[in-house]
């Protein structure tokens, strides 16, 4: 039933992005991400769960009998954190969205066709939105339900993007990062650390690449994914996040993003990065948590750059995206009335499954058990077209009811 799905959803409408990692999922790997999103789903009962954490956004989407009302809510989010402050637990609605039925498959439409980003119409959060959808079914949180909504989510987002130009003169998180570094005129050898290699690093990439960079030194947990943006420079380099303790090359500037939920540039990393060179450096942190400690820019001589303080930037670079907006919305529509449709067939096609098997139990009975004496008892001819008949009978009774729910007649 469509009322099944549900969605819990942080976003930077309603908190500072500093503020969204309390909704995060705070784990050291993807093994115990894995743990705690089982843990998080057998705890709740819930039937399905697609967990998706980007830069502006934390949500769960999920399938489930559960009412979604405040003593849920409260400790759904304790569960999440312990930690948790006693603000949000006082009055989470305050800080979370909470969506069920259409509501909230028009809310993951959203998401996936970019139209409840930070920067509408980037076209990252659809790879981000596949990408956490993978993970999930991987690990066998996901099943028919939320495999649906999905399909139609992708479906929906290509075709806004075709037929709309809110993707065009793309603008995405990454690209206002790199505005802001160009500000400061850096030298195109200037040295610059790159530590993570997912899709956000690997736009930040493209983009110093576009403006002819060279000196790039990239950093991942998996080192092949770090060599593939490494091989898109000159001078680019790759290394293990275990070698940054021992990374004595200086640096101008560094952008951090990665997967992981605590500060991986600490003040003791810095420190040995930093090589007792002077002057001031150039940090982007573009994660969610934050992976560059807060204490690492308050007490060192640098340029921060972090997601809240590319929101000004991002609304400068909106103006034109916003007048597509309603023809997105317009498209979005008919997708959204077409999906209880496809949910109802769906649902027969599953409910119908076993029609076929049935159906033919019933004529193996027929012939081999409450008619086998007199089928025993007729000519070789006769019980040859007895079986035809019976063999007709079955493939038409079987195609009946599968006809009936393609076409949504019951």
């Keep these: 039933m469509l009322d099944r799905f549900k969605i819990v959803t942080v976003t930077h409408k309603k908190v500072s992005l500093h503020s969204i990692s309390e909704f995060v999922v705070k784990t050291s790997d993807s093994a115990s991400l894995r743990v705690r999103l089982e843990?998080?789903?057998?705890?709740?009962?819930?039937?399905?769960?697609?967990?998706?954490?980007?830069?502006n956004r934390v949500t769960y989407f999920f399938h489930s009998e559960q009412s979604l009302n405040p003593t849920f809510l409260t400790q759904f989010l304790r569960?999440?954190?312990?930690?948790?402050?006693?603000?949000?637990?006082e009055r989470p609605l305050d800080f979370v969205n909470v969506l069920e039925g259409m509501d909230a498959i028009e809310h993951f439409f959203q998401v996936a066709s970019s139209m409840d980003?930070?920067?509408?119409?980037?076209?990252?959060?659809?790879?981000?939105?596949?990408e956490a959808y993978d993970q999930c079914r991987a690990w066998g949180l996901v099943g028919d339900n939320l495999r649906l909504a999905m399909d139609q989510a992708v479906v929906t987002a290509k075709s806004i993007y075709a037929n709309t130009r809110i993707g065009e003169k793309s603008v995405s998180v990454a690209s206002l990062a790199i505005q802001k570094l160009m500000r400061f005129h850096l030298p195109k050898d200037a040295r610059i650390l790159v530590i993570g290699a997912g899709q956000t690093n690997m736009l930040v990439a493209k983009?110093?690449?576009?403006?002819?960079f060279e000196n790039i030194t990239v950093f991942n947990r998996t080192v092949s994914k770090a060599e593939e943006i490494a091989a898109m420079f000159d001078l680019g380099r790759a290394f293990s996040f275990d070698d940054l303790a021992t990374y004595s090359e200086g640096f101008d500037a560094m952008v951090v993003c990665t997967g992981l939920t605590d500060a991986v540039i600490t003040p003791a990393l810095y420190a040995q990065l930093l090589q007792g060179e002077e002057g001031s450096k150039i940090l982007i942190d573009l994660a969610i948590p934050h992976n560059i400690a807060r204490s690492v820019a308050a007490e060192n001589d640098v340029h921060y750059i972090?997601?809240?303080g590319?929101?000004?930037?991002?609304?400068?670079n909106m103006g034109?995206?916003?007048?597509?907006?309603?023809?997105?919305?317009?498209?979005?529509?008919?997708?959204?009335?077409?999906?209880?449709?496809?949910?109802?067939?769906?649902?027969?096609?599953?409910?119908?499954?076993?029609?076929?098997e049935e159906i033919r139990a019933v004529k193996d009975r027929a012939m081999n058990e409450v008619f086998h004496k007199e089928m025993a008892g007729l000519d070789n001819a006769t019980r040859v077209l007895v079986e035809r008949m019976m063999e007709y009978m079955e493939k038409?009774?079987?195609?009946?009811?599968?006809?009936?729910?393609?076409?949504?007649?019951?």
């Design 207 to 212: 983009f110093l690449h576009k403006h002819h």
């Design 117 to 130: 980003s930070m920067v509408i119409g980037e076209r990252q959060i659809l790879g981000q939105l596949r």
């Design 306 to 308: 972090e997601i809240d």
């Design 396 to 410: 038409k009774c079987i195609g009946i009811p599968m006809k009936a729910a393609k076409e949504g007649m019951l």
């Design 320 to 356: 034109f995206r916003e007048q597509e907006v309603q023809s997105a919305k317009e498209m979005m529509a008919e997708f959204l009335h077409e999906f209880p449709k496809i949910h109802q067939q769906r649902r027969l096609e599953i409910a119908l499954r076993q029609v076929p």
């Design 39 to 55: 843990d998080l789903k057998g705890t709740f009962g819930l039937n399905e769960l697609l967990y998706l954490a980007t830069c």
């Design 79 to 89: 569960h999440l954190n312990p930690e948790i402050s006693a603000e949000i637990l």
């Design 310 to 316: 590319l929101r000004a930037l991002a609304q400068e």
